[in-house]
């Protein structure tokens, strides 16, 4: 946290990740993966690279069970499907893209 101007003091959640975006990717080594350097830059991208993947194929399909949108977003995506869960269970919020019904992901009418 020493990059945080001192006039932040103890930090909200917030301002955290607001700061964690103003950072560039940084990878320290040639051979180091993106995930591997910079883990939050990684999540953003790939969250919403899950967001579009999901969103493209219930356009498609209309629905899709809930545990072959994990698998399907987690093989698509090259996470594992704790982290594919871990955004389908944000992303099925009641604002959120995705709605669950009867056990199907389907796209939330706006």
Do not use: C, W
């Amino acid at each position: 946290m020493s990059d945080l101007p001192k006039s932040v003091g103890k930090p909200h959640r917030a301002a955290l990740r607001h700061h964690a975006r103003s950072l560039k990717p940084r990878i320290a080594k040639p051979d180091q993966s993106l995930k591997h350097s910079d883990i939050i830059f990684f999540n953003q991208g790939a969250e919403k690279s899950f967001v579009k993947l999901l969103t493209d194929i219930l356009k498609e399909e209309h629905r899709l069970p809930y545990r072959e949108a994990l698998r399907e977003a987690a093989y698509e995506l090259n996470v594992s499907i704790e982290t594919s869960q871990r955004y389908l269970e944000k992303h099925i919020a009641r604002h959120a893209e995705f709605k669950l019904e009867e056990g199907y992901v389907i796209l939330r009418p706006h």
